[in-house]
């Protein structure tokens, strides 16, 4: 069984950075594309950034210029680097797998921006 771990959640202040970074207990070979999404209580899940096998990258308007997605294929790990930090970014980042083998969730990180 698959299984994502997001790590590097926390409590930053508007105009700060965080790193998200998702590890794979598989190759993440396996994936044809990694994404990050975000959800606040009361509201959908949302797709934030996304990186395909061939590295083409997407991302939600509101994230471009200040989020970038990326992926370390040595340590089987996506990352989201996380810049200009503003209040809404407020929400509980979650990484996402697809493969031909299904889809895959990890637990959940909360990303909290506050002064």
């Known amino acids: 069984q698959v299984q994502l771990v997001e790590s590097g959640g926390g409590l930053v202040q508007p105009g700060g950075s965080l790193r998200l970074s998702c590890a794979t207990s598989g190759s993440l070979f396996s994936f044809n594309a990694m994404h990050w999404y975000r959800q606040v209580p009361g509201k959908e899940r949302e797709l934030v950034a996304s990186v395909t096998r061939t590295g083409s990258t997407n991302y939600v308007d509101s994230v471009k210029g200040r989020f970038t997605i990326s992926r370390d294929y040595a340590k089987n790990t996506v990352y989201l680097q996380m810049n200009s930090l503003k209040p809404e970014d407020t929400a509980v980042y979650y990484c996402?797998?697809?493969?031909?083998?299904?889809?895959?969730w990890g637990q959940g990180t909360q990303v909290t921006v506050s002064s």
């Open positions: 996402n797998g697809n493969s031909l083998g299904g889809d895959y």
